[in-house]
């Protein structure tokens, strides 16, 4: 992030983070990027957000993570009053202003300002902050030594309560399973749906490869259909890896050759040992190894040019 020695009122020097932050259309100092309490965003959830990657001045995907705002605000009937290519110059704007070459940038469209009350009719418009930012990688010894999941007792919602592809703002069910992997010592957890079938995790998703195939739970298990899953299956067919998207249980995972999670944030992070049974080696297998290789060299290239 850019810093700017600034005088403080004290009078001595200290460094603070400029950033400029986008709502409807204007940049504000970060702190002066406020919203009322009065958006429905806040007040009950409703709206959407996206986290995107930006690596050497390309923003990642961006194509695909509109088009994910798009559906999902189809999903909320959540009529999207700016055109893709508005969406998107935004981005670039905010990335631009802000020197952010390499980071993530967080996208959220509430509602808008309405009354106290639930129907967003009475919501004015719809409201858009995007915010460019450094992020918090995880460290190198991870894509080599991998991570250890647990599955946690909270269950993915269900699709025909709120679609887990939605990417929406109500992202308590994701919490409460972090809350509880945290309180066991793990950093990510496996979410099963109401069927007990393998759904995702709580912020990526997850991947096997068993006998030379790459498997990955279907959308209808629910789940967010995340743009690092979609470049991860687009690896494994320019590698000629069968991909397969189904049904999964534990009992897959704990006897896959190999397995791993994919992220915006994480990108492809191996997992080496599901509810203390040990995956494959214990360490990084081979295919997920060339795939993660293939997915770094394809990021700087495709996606949206800053500079
Ligand atoms: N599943 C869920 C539930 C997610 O929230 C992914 C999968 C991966 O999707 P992408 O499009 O990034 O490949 C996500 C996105 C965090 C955090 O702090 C993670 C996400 C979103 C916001 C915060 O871990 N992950």
């Not at 999941?149 to 919490?175: D, F, G």
């Not at 490869?209 to 743009?227: E, Q, V, Y």
């Not at 992070?269 to 293939?294: F, H, N």
């Amino acid at each position: 992030m850019m810093k700017r020695n600034l005088r403080s009122r004290g009078g001595s020097d200290s460094m603070e983070e400029l950033m400029e932050v986008y709502i409807d259309g204007k940049f504000y100092q970060k702190e002066d990027a406020k919203v009322s309490v009065f958006d429905h965003g806040l007040l009950y959830g409703d709206g959407l957000f996206e986290g995107i990657r930006v690596y050497d001045n390309c923003i990642f995907k961006l194509d695909a993570h509109l088009e994910r705002i798009e559906y999902s605000a189809k999903a909320i009937a959540l009529d999207l009053p700016w055109s893709r290519e508005e969406i998107a110059q935004a981005h670039i704007e905010a990335c631009r202003r802000n020197g952010v070459a390499n980071g993530y940038i967080r996208t959220v469209i509430t509602r808008g300002v309405g009354d106290l009350g639930l129907s967003p009719r009475n919501c004015s418009s719809p409201s858009m902050i995007i915010i460019a930012d450094s992020i918090k990688l995880y460290p190198p010894e991870v894509y080599t030594n991998g991570i250890k999941l647990i599955t946690v007792p909270t269950r993915r919602m269900s699709v025909a309560a709120l679609p887990p592809m939605v990417k929406s703002l109500n992202y308590l069910n994701n919490i409460l399973a972090k809350i509880e992997a945290l309180n066991c010592g793990y950093d990510e957890c496996l979410l099963l749906n109401d069927q007990g079938n393998v759904a995702e995790c709580s912020g990526d998703n997850i991947f096997i490869i068993h006998k030379g195939k790459l498997i990955t739970p279907a959308p209808a298990s629910g789940l967010l259909i995340g743009i690092t899953r979609s470049a991860a299956m687009e690896c494994a067919r320019e590698l000629g890896i069968p991909v397969i998207e189904t049904d999964m249980t534990r009992y897959d995972i704990w006897n896959a050759d190999e397995a791993f999670i994919t992220g915006s944030a994480a990108e492809v992070v191996p997992v080496v040992e599901l509810d203390g049974r040990k995956i494959g080696s214990g360490k990084c297998g081979p295919l997920t190894a060339q795939l993660l290789e293939l997915f770094r060299k394809k990021v700087r290239c495709d996606g949206a040019m800053i500079a």
